[in-house]
């Protein structure tokens, strides 16, 4: 049997041909990946941050995701007679704001902007959920209006999880059968704003 070199394969290196060869299997691997992502993203239920869902026969966009602050965090405990110096006590103060967050949690909020269709759209605080590592969070707190829209109206709204400190990616859902919404929370307190 006899092996014939193509004549431009003739004058390539070794060296050459390994990275040629090295080259296309990362343009492969980086093709599959996006395939892959793209898979994941259109037509299986999942939506990305600002994605247009649709719900109740409406629709409903995440246009935000981040870490809360603890608000006791804002309060420096010196700040007692500050705050007696204005006729307010302490306790009074604490009172107006939420409790403090427990040890190894951390608050998320996802704000959403949502649209009723032709009908009435309904949006029950207690059926929204994020799910984290297989775990699933109902509602710290919901800032739903009257958890329903007349036909053809919008509002803006906040639903904040209390989950735990090191929860990164996760997945919203305005209710059980909503497509879930892909957010990122890994940011640490205070910060992690994602548009």
Partial sequence: MTLTVPPQAAH???ARRRGMAWAAVAVGVAL????SLWGQ???TGRALVGSEVPHDGGSFVVTEAWTTVDPMMLMHPDDADNFAALGMQMG???AMLPDAIPGGSKRVAIELAMSAGGEEMTFPAG???LTADGV????YLALLGDESLPPGTRINAVVIFEVPMDTGAAQFRLGPDSDQVHVDVGAG???GHQH
Avoid at 32 to 35: C, G
């Fill in 12 to 14: 390539t290196s070794p």
């Fill in 32 to 35: 599959l990946a996006v395939l």
């Fill in 41 to 43: 993203m259109s037509g």
């Fill in 92 to 94: 009074a103060m604490s």
């Fill in 127 to 129: 059926q929204t959920s």
């Fill in 136 to 139: 699933s969070y109902g509602p």
């Fill in 189 to 191: 307190g205070g910060g």
